[in-house]
C-alpha cells in the first residue's frame, strides 16, 4: 500500500510539472536565453544603417535595447529575448520553436526599460520608462525541420517633436515638463501605428542659466499624419508649478518636427495657432519641419 501510494504521488508531481507553462518577463533579468535552436534572427541594418556601425555610434544615437520575441498565429507569445548594449549576443537572437506558423517581433530603442509584449497588437512604453526613437521588424514566418537564420532590417515607426528653447533658463525654474496628447505610447506592431490615446509625459532637470536647449518628445502616431496637443510646464525646485504654456504641433510618421521659440519671454502672451512650414529631406528621416513658437 505504501508503495502504490508513493508512486501515486510521484505521478502526480510528474503531471503538475507537465502542466506548468513557460514564465515570460518583460524585465532584463528573466528572459528566454538559448544558444542552440532552428530560428535565429540577426539585425543586419537599422532604417538603412548597417547594425555594426551604428553599435559603434555614441550612447546618444545608438539604440542600446532590443527586444526579440515570436508569437503564435493567436497571437501568444511563446519566446521573448531582452538584450542590452555591451551583451556578448547583443543584435542576435536564437529559438528553439516546433514546426509551424509564427509571429516574429523584434523592436530597437533606448528606452530605460523594457516594453510590455505580452500582446504584439499592444507593445506598450510607459511615463516612467520614457519614450525614443523606435525602430520595428514583424514578419510571419513558418518554421520547418530545418535550421534558418532571419537578417532583419528594421524601420523607424516614430514621429518627433524636437522642442528647442533659445531664451535662457530664469532664475527659479528647476524642471521642465512636457505633457502631449493625440498620439499613443503603444503600437499595434502589425501595422506600426499607435493603437492607444495616451497622455505622455516628459521630465528634464534643468538649470537657470542655460540656453538653446534642446528636448525631444517621441509617440507613435495613428496613423502617417497627426497633430499633439502640447504643454510645457515649469517648475521650481519645491515642485510649485511657475507658468505653462500650450500649442498644437502637426506631426507626420517618421518625420520631425522643430519647435523653436523664447519660452520664457513675453510668457502671458497667446501662444501663435498657426505656422509656416518648410521640409528638408534627409537621409535618416524623411522629413523635418520647422516651426516657431
Known amino acids: 500500500m505504501k508503495y502504490i501510494s508513493h508512486t501515486l504521488f510521484v505521478l502526480l508531481l510528474v503531471m503538475l510539472a507537465g502542466c506548468e507553462k513557460?514564465?515570460?518577463?518583460d524585465t532584463d533579468t528573466e528572459k528566454t536565453v538559448e544558444k542552440k535552436g532552428n530560428l535565429t534572427l540577426t539585425i543586419c541594418e537599422v532604417e538603412h544603417t548597417p547594425f555594426p556601425e551604428l553599435t559603434r555610434k555614441s550612447a546618444s544615437e545608438a539604440c542600446n535595447r532590443l527586444n526579440f520575441a515570436v508569437y503564435d498565429t493567436a497571437g501568444t507569445r511563446v519566446k521573448q529575448t531582452n538584450q542590452k548594449?555591451?551583451?556578448?549576443?547583443f543584435g542576435t537572437a536564437t529559438f528553439q520553436l516546433p514546426e509551424g506558423t509564427y509571429i516574429i517581433?523584434?523592436?530597437a530603442h533606448s528606452s530605460n526599460g523594457n516594453p510590455t509584449m505580452t500582446n504584439p497588437e499592444k507593445i506598450q512604453f510607459n511615463n516612467?520608462?520614457?519614450?525614443t526613437d523606435t525602430f520595428l521588424y514583424y514578419k510571419k514566418v513558418v518554421?520547418?525541420?530545418e535550421s534558418q537564420t532571419l537578417s532583419l532590417s528594421?524601420?523607424?515607426?516614430?514621429?518627433?517633436?524636437?522642442?528647442?528653447?533659445?531664451?535662457?533658463?530664469?532664475?527659479?525654474v528647476a524642471k521642465l515638463e512636457f505633457t502631449y496628447k493625440g498620439g499613443s505610447g503603444s503600437f499595434d506592431a502589425s501595422t506600426g501605428y499607435g493603437c492607444?490615446?495616451?497622455?505622455?509625459?516628459m521630465k528634464y532637470d534643468v538649470q537657470a542659466g542655460m540656453k538653446q536647449t534642446q528636448y525631444d518628445l517621441y509617440t507613435?502616431?495613428?496613423?502617417?499624419?497627426?497633430?499633439?496637443?502640447?504643454?510645457v510646464t515649469a517648475y521650481d525646485a519645491s515642485g510649485n508649478m511657475l507658468f505653462e504654456k500650450s500649442m498644437g504641433v502637426d506631426m507626420y510618421q517618421n518625420q520631425i518636427t522643430w519647435l523653436k521659440g523664447n519660452l520664457f519671454s513675453d510668457i502671458q502672451s497667446t501662444p501663435t495657432e498657426s505656422f509656416s512650414a518648410t521640409v528638408d529631406i534627409d537621409t535618416q528621416w524623411q522629413g523635418e519641419l520647422y516651426f516657431t513658437y
Request: with cysteine; net charge negative.
Open 196 to 201: 492607444v490615446n495616451s497622455t505622455q509625459v
Open 85 to 89: 548594449l555591451g551583451d556578448s549576443d
Open 143 to 145: 518554421v520547418g525541420t
Open 154 to 172: 528594421l524601420h523607424r515607426i516614430t514621429s518627433l517633436c524636437r522642442f528647442v528653447v533659445n531664451d535662457a533658463i530664469p532664475e527659479g
Open 128 to 131: 516612467s520608462q520614457g519614450y
Open 220 to 231: 507613435f502616431l495613428h496613423s502617417t499624419e497627426g497633430s499633439l496637443h502640447l504643454k
Open 22 to 25: 513557460p514564465i515570460i518577463s
Open 105 to 107: 517581433v523584434a523592436l
